[in-house]
């Protein structure tokens, strides 16, 4: 009687494709090509005013997407690379808008429509559970990596599967379904190239377990239930502007920071808890235990980061606890794709650095001037 109990509530396996899957980089190559372009190009005709005008009309356009992108954040640490020729001109050229910047992605983080509840398990789900979510994103995170989509459609996927369970009844058997339409609908608003992909490529990695036309369905479903808005900022957001905040002149130690506040703001995503967290708060607490975790006995935060975050360390307490535990494998040790990502050298194999196991309580003390 016991071992069908401990049954009914486990996380249903997610069905997978016979035989490893292929990365995208060892598909065939007609797979992805366009035949459209293939054809060969027409002449060139003579240049109108007309088409003067149209150019004309793109290239503001395609400022007004800049300048979108820069409310959204991601011109920030574009503008504040040290890698540029000329940080400085940089710097200032988006010091003006900064503030500005930092009021808009705060106004956006705390509106209701794009917060999911953190209750929704116990007022709206019954059959599924946080373990089942956590395999899930599990799974996502290893479909976005074999994908090679960015870090931000991840952190998208994942809001619209907890944006969507907030406010509707999903079972376990199309939980799965949620998640790789979730990340379709991410892919199309992030990526440029990987949005070009079919529907076909998100029903092959459930090993057809969905149809075209169910994931279709759950699309539009979706778009209705948020009311067509997708767009928002994530915890990769605000980690972006806040590790922006602290590099200093030592490259190597600056790209394991890097590395580690990324590991531990995707051990995160694991985790029912910290959707009751804005994402701000969840970036800063990840920043906090990444500091920690390259010198242990330093503490990890400052009248620098407190002013540039807006958080002081009473204020992330609970969530650094919470991250701390997730690095410690405490919490979800089962679910390992995370992990086993940055094991790779790329991320300077920064899942096997060894972080101790308490936080002084010194630490937790707000910084004074």
């Not at 992030?190 to 990695?205: G, L, P």
């Amino acid at each position: 009687m016991e071992s069908k109990e401990n049954a009914a509530h486990s996380a249903p396996p997610l069905r997978q494709s016979r035989g490893k899957r292929k990365a995208l980089a060892e598909l065939p190559a007609n797979e992805w090509r366009d035949t459209k372009r293939g054809s060969a190009p027409r002449p060139s005709k003579p240049r109108t005013r007309s088409a003067a005008r149209a150019e004309a009309e793109a290239e503001e356009a395609r400022k007004r997407l800049e300048a979108e992108d820069a409310a959204r954040g991601a011109d920030v640490t574009r503008l504040l690379d040290p890698k540029r020729q000329d940080p400085g001109g940089a710097q200032a050229a988006v010091a003006p808008y900064l503030g500005d910047i930092d009021r808009y992605l705060r106004s956006l983080e705390v509106e209701p429509l794009r917060r999911p509840s953190p209750d929704y398990f116990q007022k709206i789900q019954k059959d599924i559970s946080p373990k089942m979510r956590a395999v899930l994103v599990d799974w996502l995170v290893e479909v976005a990596n074999e994908f090679k989509l960015q870090a931000e459609t991840l952190y998208l996927a994942v809001s619209y599967v907890d944006r969507f369970l907030t406010v509707n009844v999903v079972t376990r058997d199309k939980l799965q379904l949620l998640g790789v339409t979730a990340l379709r609908v991410a892919v199309k608003y992030e990526e440029s190239e990987s949005s070009k992909m079919k529907v076909n490529k998100y029903t092959d990695i459930t090993d057809h377990t969905y149809t075209k036309q169910q994931v279709v369905k759950m699309e539009t479903d979706l778009l209705k239930s948020f009311n067509f808005q997708i767009g928002g900022p994530t915890i990769a957001t605000f980690l972006r502007r806040f590790i922006a905040s602290c590099r200093g002149g030592n490259r190597i130690s600056s790209k394991k920071l890097e590395c580690i506040c990324s590991y531990l703001a995707e051990l995160s995503l694991l985790d029912y808890d910290c959707i009751s967290y804005l994402p701000s708060v969840v970036a800063a607490a990840c920043l906090f235990v990444a500091r920690f975790t390259i010198r242990p006995k330093t503490h990890p935060w400052n009248l620098t980061l407190q002013h540039n975050t807006g958080y002081k360390v009473s204020d992330l307490q609970k969530s650094i606890f919470i991250i701390h535990e997730l690095q410690l494998s405490i919490r979800y040790p089962d679910q390992k794709a995370i992990r086993e990502k940055y094991e790779d050298l790329k991320f300077e194999c920064v899942s096997r650095m060894a972080s101790p196991r308490e936080i002084p309580a010194s630490f937790f003390e707000d910084c004074n001037k």
